[in-house]
């Protein structure tokens, strides 16, 4: 009797000690503080278009690297990074190094220069008017509905776009949906979309996930017209090496498929965001020459990682640069322009500036008149 009551009890205790292990970054934290800087200095220095940098930001912008010196940005993979760490640099001179190889490329730095004018600017009534004829579609990240208060649900942007008159709404996505259900979810809304404004769609995380794999499924269809713009921030575009290490053996998969449901999740939804050649956010997908898209990109050294993210970045960081959740090349859409904002990571607390993301928009609506 003992033993028939003991084992389902053990089996659990088992389950919620290890599953966590296996699965830290789905662990409902209660907060996303950053970690303390190095010195008290006050972060009152400039370098080029970025202000309020901390003495340490601005050493390290101001290092000089030139290891990607005249080398297109796009043709640095994870792979390139991955061989350059083993060869001895250190992931934080590798992320400034890719920083400036961004921040170099004439339409980043053209971005760039847009964006700190345009924070300063005085917008006319007219100017402010443009931007609520436009309608922004938010795809929110996984476990939005639990984790509120990472920004996944997309509650930081509504509360700008609200202050700013700007029309706007989530996408109804399952928080803990494949990328199949989203995906059809995303090309459902698209297709129904009747508003007079001009779409928009946001994703953030596993949102440019599950937007990525709808263009595969709807893209070429005619409604698919009717998005003129994407703002991808941190997306998983082609998962994460997190879920591949948790996946990689039969008695990882066994274990998260016995103990996932246990948190309310799904093995399959998670399985979907591994990274590697088998698995399906590995292929890449082709834009319509119809839609503008925007990469945004958190480039942060080990300081600027909040402790929400930290346990991740560190596992990530003996494969390469990322911003905590995935390595940063895997996170761009290629045939987009490219914002790199140093000193983010996966969580962009620092994305939160009304002013900065007003200007973010502003660029995209331009872009947009151009097509």
Partial sequence: MFQTIAKPYLFRLISFLFIPLLFSFCANEAFVEFKPNISNAPCDKTWKSLDH??????????????????????????????????????????????????????????????????????????????????????????FYKDNPVTGADGGPVREILKQAGIPNGNIDIDQIGTLEENANEICKFIKNYDRSETLILYSTSKGGSDFKYSVSKCGKEPYFLKVKAWLNVAGLLKGTPLMTNRTDTWLKRFILRIGIPLYGYRFDSLFDLRRGEEAPLDADVNIPNSLYVLNIIGIPMARHVSFRGFPNFTELAIIGPNDGLTL???????????????????YFLKFRDPALFLSVLDWIILNIEKK
């Fill in 53 to 142: 940098l901390c003495e340490e930001d601005l050493e390290d912008l101001s290092s000089g690297s030139t290891l990607f010196k005249n080398t297109d940005p796009w043709s640095i993979d994870s792979n390139i990074l991955q061989g350059l760490l083993k060869g001895g640099n250190s992931v934080d001179s590798l992320s400034v190094s890719y920083y400036h190889a961004w921040e170099n490329q004439p339409i980043s730095s053209k971005i760039l220069q847009f964006l700190a004018k345009r924070k300063k600017e005085k917008l006319s009534s007219e100017a402010s008017s443009v931007r609520k004829n436009y309608f922004v579609g938010i795809i929110p990240g996984m």
């Fill in 328 to 346: 940063l090349p895997d996170s761009l859409q290629k045939g987009g322009d490219v914002l790199p904002l140093w000193g983010n990571d996966h």
